[in-house]
């Protein structure tokens, strides 16, 4: 079956420093990655995703990700954090033919000042 | 940017006692429907798929009768969570689809807590 394993429940970083989110699927051929944050008391937005094309994807709010095949992983990264940056942060590939989303257990992003 | 609201936003209920969620689509067209659950500190868990018109698909593990699914329009969902327990207490989330394709953004509604007594 399709996992995706997001590293570390639990990210800290100072602010101003660089921000690296891990996701690594279990997947041959992946067609579509997604990264969604969900900030404090609000719902899920979409923050990049992956399709086809170039493998470095730029979000929003400075956030970029590259598509690794060879390493079949997604990481996040932004090159400096800020405070409200602060938020949960998932990671998403598709699952099966029915491209339901099957989540990673998700990272908080913690940013000390 | 597309826009999916949820109604409410928190509600108490009582146990034993129905209570209605609806998700909506305010700006475009939603093909398909999806209901999530959080628990506090843990990550989504899908509860079931809906498409305009016909009946919802539910995960395993997810009590098809306790949780009523209606996806009558393209642009309206509804979650009915039925003879509501303590355990049933969560925060719920919705999201539409315009596509069924893999490529097809997911977009959320703020999330309903749902808190039962």
């Known amino acids: 079956a399709q996992s995706v394993t997001q590293l570390g429940s639990h990210v800290s970083v100072s602010e101003g420093a660089l921000v690296l989110l891990r996701c690594n699927y279990s997947?041959?051929?992946?067609?579509?990655l997604f990264w969604y944050v969900q900030y404090p008391n609000q719902g899920l937005q979409l923050l990049l995703k992956?399709?086809?094309?170039a493998t470095l994807v730029k979000g929003i709010n400075g956030f970029e990700a590259e598509f690794k095949k060879s390493e079949t992983s997604f990481h996040l990264t932004k090159p400096s954090a800020h405070m409200s940056d602060a938020a949960e942060y998932f990671c998403?590939?598709?699952?099966?033919?029915?491209?339901?989303?099957?989540w990673g257990a998700g990272t908080k992003l913690i940013i000390k000042p | 940017g597309a826009v999916v609201s949820q109604h409410p936003s928190w509600v108490i209920c009582k146990s034993g006692t129905s209570v209605k969620i609806e998700c909506r689509s305010l700006?475009?067209?939603?093909?398909?429907m999806f209901w999530y659950r959080q628990f506090p500190k843990q990550s989504l868990m899908l509860m079931a798929t809906?498409?305009?018109?016909?009946?919802?698909?539910?995960e395993q593990g997810v009590e098809k009768d306790k949780f009523l699914i209606n996806h009558a329009s393209l642009t309206l969902s509804t979650l009915t969570v039925t003879s509501a327990h303590p355990e049933d207490s969560s925060f719920y989330i919705c999201?539409?689809?315009?596509?069924?394709?893999?490529?097809?953004?997911?977009?959320f509604g703020p999330g309903t807590r749902l808190t039962v007594t």
């Open positions: 999201s539409a689809s315009e596509g069924a394709g893999g490529a097809s953004e997911q977009y």
């Open positions: 700006d475009f067209q939603a093909t398909t």
């Open positions: 809906s498409n305009e018109g016909s009946k919802a698909t539910y």
């Open positions: 997947s041959s051929v992946p067609p579509y």
């Open positions: 992956y399709t086809t094309g």
């Open positions: 998403a590939p598709p699952m099966d033919s029915n491209y339901q989303l099957i």
